[in-house]
T-cell receptor
């Protein structure tokens, strides 16, 4: 039982390049989330998916797209990376609304030059 | 607009002392208040959480105090240990809004031996 896994762990991009961050969970959770973490700003929600086939914008969605491929996988795509997207990205999942707890992956460090 | 404000940004405590981290929120619709602990290079992990129908919740050395009228809640770490050195985040969410967490800015705690 790996929990929430993310790939890659670290990535360097040049401005304008694209990439996809992958996330998978094996806890049979319905909800999945993508956050970015910047110093002093906590974690900010980019997109979330309440169930397979549905996605919604969070607090900071501009410049990102997501795909809920199936119940296990939720990917985050940067179509044209910008230096402002340099951050640590975390994927999380949660069970139904009853528990409230979210389980986080180990993160992806992204540097955009 | 930061809906959850956390203080202090950093905290140094001697081993055996009490660590206190405070959070204030604005949205009275929030109904779930978790605290997350994050070690360097790792994703956040749920530490303890409270709902607004109780004023205090204790789990081992960790206690959440909740003041609904003041829209404030705090984390108390009793008998702080060097292993507690980490970054702590408070958060808040709404039960009927997809359990999306709004995080505070984080507190970096260092417990000196």
């Amino acid at each position: 039982n790996a929990g929430v896994t993310q790939t890659p762990k670290f990535q360097v991009l040049k401005t304008g390049q694209s990439m996809t961050l992958q996330c998978a969970q094996d806890m049979n959770h319905n909800s999945m989330y993508w956050y970015r973490q910047d110093p002093g700003m906590g974690l900010r929600l980019i997109y979330y998916s309440a169930s397979e086939g549905t996605t919604d914008k969070g607090e900071v969605p501009n410049g990102y797209n997501v795909s809920r491929l199936n119940k296990r996988e939720f990917s985050l795509r940067l179509e044209s990376a910008a230096p402002s997207q340099t951050s640590v990205y975390f994927c999380a999942s949660s069970t139904d609304r009853g528990s409230g707890a979210q389980y986080f992956g180990p993160g992806t460090r992204l540097l955009v030059l | 607009q930061q809906q959850v404000k956390q203080s202090p940004q950093s905290l140094i405590v001697q081993k055996g002392g009490i660590s206190i981290i405070n959070c204030a929120y604005e949205n009275t619709a929030f109904d779930y208040f978790p605290w997350y602990q994050q070690f360097p290079g790792k994703g956040p992990a749920l530490l303890i959480a409270i709902r607004p129908d109780v004023s205090e919740k204790k789990e081992g050395r960790f206690t959440i105090s909740f003041n609904k009228s003041a829209k404030q809640f705090s984390l108390h770490i009793m008998d702080s240990q060097p292993g507690d050195s980490a970054t702590y985040f408070c958060a808040a969410s709404m039960w009927n809004a997809g359990n999306m967490l709004t995080f505070g800015g984080g507190t970096r705690l260092m417990v000196k031996p």
